[in-house]
């Protein structure tokens, strides 16, 4: 019956909101924002950590995180699409991903002089296709729902004139805003 009525539940939620982009909320002062990117339970409102951290949160209507649960008192509520703002500080091209992930850099030809351009190829990239509704649901906890970006990069120097489908990791914080967790994690499949 349980699995009848979450059916129902996503075929009405469907049947209202459509493909319009929606914004969780539940009557918890907390989110991710507030909690410093670890949700903790809400004792005063009765919230648990997991609708706290998806709490104020912007998704497309039908590709959203599908976590519920009984009394769950978040609500869905239509919105505008977003407009993605960024919490990607430089530290992540500079010292990881021209770091850590050098050599896939150069692959594409890129060097660490290139920090800026690439900050900004991934940072614009992953806000406009998030608020077109380009992105993949990945994990959900306590530190939020991960999605994943794929971006074309061109390549630089001796390989010009190639380009490069990268995958990039955020997680979703209130409001549209954008948490960058890895820069590129790999090529797109
Ligand atoms: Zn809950
Ligand atoms: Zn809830």
Not at 105 to 124: F, H, I, T, W
Not at 143 to 159: F, N, P
Request: net charge neutral.
């Amino acid at each position: 019956m349980k699995e009848l009525e979450a059916l129902y539940g996503k075929i009405t939620d469907y049947l209202k909101n459509g493909d319009g982009w929606v914004r969780r909320e539940n009557i918890s002062p907390k989110d991710l924002d507030v909690c410093n990117g670890e949700a903790t339970d809400d004792g005063i409102t009765h919230t648990c950590a997991l609708c706290v951290a998806l709490n104020r949160t912007v998704f497309k209507n039908d590709n959203k995180p599908d976590y519920y649960h009984p009394f769950c008192k978040c609500e869905q509520k239509p919105t505008a699409p977003p407009e993605p703002t960024l919490d990607f500080p430089m530290r992540k091209i500079k010292d990881y991903l021209f770091v850590k992930k050098e050599e896939l850099m150069r692959s594409m030809g890129y060097l660490p002089e290139d920090a800026d351009e690439v900050y900004a190829l991934l940072g614009e990239g992953a806000k406009k296709e998030y608020a077109e509704g380009n992105y993949k649901l990945g994990f959900f906890n306590e530190h939020g729902q991960r999605i994943s970006i794929t971006l074309r990069m061109k390549g630089k120097r001796d390989k010009l004139g190639k380009s490069f489908d990268v995958v990039t990791g955020w997680m979703v914080y209130p409001y549209g805003k954008l948490h960058n967790n890895t820069p590129i994690s790999g090529w797109a499949k």
